[in-house]
């Protein structure tokens, strides 16, 4: 077992591995090529308000986020989202209600009368023979596109599962293994016998609550209290250090993010501070996804973050925060994203009291030992990762 470790990069990941090691004795430099801690979870003003400028919620799913915000003295500042629920923007036609009983847009009952209005009854009928289908063994490699096609078809795969994982994951259900889209979900199609009873399982099996939480003021504030528990722990953090190759580092390496990035998808967050009393009643609830080629709608998503967050609607007084990303940054990026808005929304809204773009390069390919490159988007998964890591390292 190694007394020190060179933790490369300072995102959340590297973050969380350098905090455990040096918590259990170990000596510890974290390394970090930028000039600030925390990867994409940051923060940003906009209209004088404090704001997420990246992740602003994160998966319920096993409570490993949860634990972490406790442990690091969050865990009266744990908050969940409304349940007013989101809307999905179809290819045609106004935004429609998600389908209430759905995992990652999967349906649990292929005929209810919320599916049928997003995929219409032919796609809701070759769903339904999902119940049929032979329970046919699933390897590792599936990806969720491949299961939710093979099991359901087209209709619900485009319409249905591909926005909703376009906006959680920023990228195509065909792209991303169903392992690590809905963990236990291919096990339970084995064992339940169809995707939609596997489903039902995993929802009924599930604890009761919101699938996603955030934090008070911000998940933002996670690195804030892990930067002070480095300080804490005495970790020697050093910003601005770019690494390109481990020799002359102290003890063993830890890659918190790949030494030579190959690639990424680009995603742009706009955040607009709007005065718009029509959105008091919260008309598309906490936000909409989008079906890719939606006429005449460039974002892939919206958020109305203060239909979501009841803290953030206070400290708003009165008007509004909506975000929306892009895969595909338009010319005119703010005219473009208010015209979206007042789209999705279904209201004409003003100009903007103010407006924030931030750029992100998602899931940077390259050899890593934790981050978003090895566990994916999402903060729930990448704790997940870096905790074990950390465990492996010190057992």
Known sequence: MASS????GGGIGGLVVARRLAKAGRRVTLLEASG?????????IV???????????????????????????????????SDAGAWLQPVHGPAVRLPATSILGIPATPLARDVIAVVGLGGALRAQLDALLP????????TLGMLVRRRMGSAVLDKLVAPVVHGVHSVHPDALLADRAAPGLRAAVRHEGSLAAAVRSLREAAPPGSAVAGIRGGVHRLVTELVADLETYGVDVQLG??????????GEVV???????????????VTLVVEAP?????????????ARGAAGIRA??????????????????????????YDDEPADLAAVALQDASALLGVRLPAPVDLARVEWTRSLEGAADVGESVAGTGLAGIVAQAEAKAAELLA
């Open 278 to 290: 029509e959105l008091d009643g919260a008309p598309r609830g906490t936000g909409v996804l989008v």
């Open 300 to 325: 892939r998503a919206l958020t109305h973050s203060t239909a979501k967050w009841a803290w953030l609607r206070e400290r708003a007084h009165g008007r509004h925060v909506l975000r929306l990303s």
């Open 47 to 81: 209209g004088g308000i404090d704001l997420d400028a990246g992740a602003e919620s994160f998966a319920a799913r096993g409570g490993v986020v949860e634990s972490l915000a406790r442990e690091i003295g969050l865990g009266p500042e744990l908050v969940a989202p």
């Open 36 to 44: 600030r801690l925390g990867g994409t979870v940051a923060s940003h």
């Open 241 to 250: 250090r770019r690494v390109s190759s481990t020799a002359g580092l102290d």
């Open 135 to 142: 329970s046919l063994a699933t390897a590792p490699s599936l």
């Open 5 to 8: 470790y060179s933790v490369v």
């Open 255 to 269: 890659l918190a993010a790949p030494l030579r990035p190959s690639g990424g998808r680009k995603v742009v967050l």
